[in-house]
């Protein structure tokens, strides 16, 4: 039951969201915005509905706890690198677990940073076949203190037997490709300071 339940609310996060053209202010104190200020932003954003909430329940829950100083439940791994703008939650049951990762990279403009947020559903270690997978992009302008939804910067974004993996450390993004077996294979997006490059 909690596996079909879990495969619904990531259909209707990946509709709903695909939607969206709304601009998301970020709230920070200091200098400038961290990894967990962008991340509240696109997690508590209010054009969210119901379908929205209900996906993103556990990364808001762990996101909460992180900030108050609370353990984290019991089949959820949440990690926070602010030094290198960096989030990974992972939250099990059985043989399913979701991987969701949230990161940014400064543009070389030195007026923006552009802020991902990838999801992917994975049973026994291997991908659900892309009908969960989900990759967004926006870009934060600094003077405004808004980020809006771009479409991906240099690619396009795969759908079936793909998946992405942000990076924690360094500026490039993984792409696996899965075949029928559960094999991998891998190629890398270079950042170049606005876009990637194949």
Not at 76 to 84: M, R, S
Not at 137 to 162: C, D, H, Q, S
């Given at each position: 039951?909690?596996?079909?339940?879990?495969?619904?609310?990531?259909?209707?996060?990946?509709?709903?969201?695909m939607?969206?053209?709304?601009?998301?202010r970020?709230?920070?104190k200091?200098?400038?915005?961290?990894?967990?200020?962008f991340?509240?932003?696109?997690?508590?954003?209010?054009?969210?509905?119901?379908c929205?909430?209900?996906?993103?329940?556990?990364?808001?829950?762990?996101?909460?706890?992180?900030?108050?100083?609370?353990?984290?439940?019991?089949?959820?791994?949440?990690?926070?690198?602010?030094?290198?703008?960096?989030?990974?939650?992972?939250?099990?049951?059985?043989?399913?677990?979701?991987?969701?990762e949230?990161?940014?990279?400064?543009?070389?403009d030195?007026?923006?940073?552009?802020?991902?947020?990838?999801?992917?559903?994975?049973?026994?270690?291997?991908p659900?076949?892309?009908?969960?997978?989900?990759?967004?992009?926006?870009?934060?302008?600094?003077?405004?203190?808004?980020?809006?939804?771009?479409?991906?910067?240099?690619?396009?974004?795969?759908?079936?037997?793909?998946?992405?993996?942000?990076?924690?450390?360094?500026k490039?993004i993984?792409?696996?490709?899965?075949d029928?077996?559960?094999?991998?294979?891998?190629?890398?997006?270079?950042?170049?300071?606005?876009?990637?490059?194949?």
């Amino acid at each position: 039951m909690k596996k079909n339940l879990l495969l619904f609310i990531f259909a209707c996060f990946t509709l709903s969201t695909m939607a969206q053209e709304d601009v998301i202010r970020v709230n920070y104190k200091g200098a400038k915005p961290t990894i967990t200020d962008f991340a509240w932003a696109y997690l508590f954003s209010d054009d969210e509905d119901e379908c929205d909430q209900e996906a993103t329940a556990g990364q808001k829950n762990a996101l909460e706890n992180y900030r108050k100083g609370l353990p984290q439940e019991d089949n959820v791994t949440f990690t926070v690198d602010e030094k290198n703008g960096y989030i990974l939650y992972e939250s099990a049951w059985d043989d399913v677990m979701i991987r969701t990762e949230m990161c940014y990279w400064n543009e070389s403009d030195g007026k923006h940073k552009l802020f991902a947020y990838s999801s992917w559903a994975y049973r026994n270690g291997v991908p659900l076949r892309g009908q969960y997978d989900y990759l967004v992009f926006l870009r934060y302008n600094n003077a405004t203190k808004k980020m809006t939804y771009i479409l991906p910067p240099g690619f396009e974004v795969e759908g079936i037997n793909t998946t992405y993996a942000l990076p924690h450390v360094g500026k490039d993004i993984i792409v696996y490709k899965w075949d029928d077996k559960g094999k991998k294979t891998q190629k890398t997006l270079k950042w170049n300071g606005r876009r990637f490059s194949k």
